[in-house]
C-alpha cells in the first residue's frame, strides 16, 4: 500500500459516523448490507448517509453493487488488511504483527527446576 492510498483511507474512517458505517459493514461480512439497513441499524438520515458512503468508496474501503432496487455496501477487506499491515508493517521490528500474520508460537517443553 502506498503511503497516499493510506492516508486516503484513514481520512476517510476518521469521522465517527464513517467508522460506525465501515465497522457494520466488516461485522456483516461479504455480502455487505443494504443501505437502508445500514440507516436504519445507524440511525442515519439516507442523504447523509450517501455522502458518508461515498467518501469510503473513494477511499477503497468499501464497494457497492445494486440488487434490484437495492444499493449493497461491503467492506473491502482487502484494502482493509492492506492498511492494517501497512500501519504494523515495521512494528516492534516484526514482534507485535497483526494477529493474522503472526506465526503461531512454539509450545515449548516445561523444564523441571
Known amino acids: 500500500m502506498e503511503k497516499t492510498d493510506a492516508v486516503a483511507a484513514l481520512g476517510a474512517l476518521a469521522q465517527h459516523n464513517r ?24 440511525e442515519l ?5 450517501t455522502f458518508h458512503f461515498d467518501r469510503l468508496r473513494m477511499a477503497g474501503l468499501v464497494a457497492a453493487r445494486r440488487d434490484g432496487r437495492s444499493i449493497i455496501y461491503a467492506a473491502r477487506y482487502e484494502l482493509m488488511n492492506a492498511l492494517i499491515a501497512f500501519l504494523t508493517e515495521n512494528c516492534c521490528r516484526g ?12 509450545k515449548s517443553a516445561k523444564v523441571p527446576a
Not at 20 to 38: C, E, I, K, N, T
Not at 45 to 49: F, I, R, V
Open 19 to 42: 467508522l460506525d458505517v465501515f465497522r457494520l459493514l466488516v461485522q456483516a461480512g461479504p455480502q455487505g448490507m443494504p443501505a437502508g439497513a445500514v440507516a436504519d441499524a445507524l
Open 45 to 49: 438520515a439516507p442523504n447523509t448517509l
Open 95 to 106: 514482534a507485535c504483527a497483526p494477529a493474522a500474520a503472526r506465526k503461531p508460537a512454539r
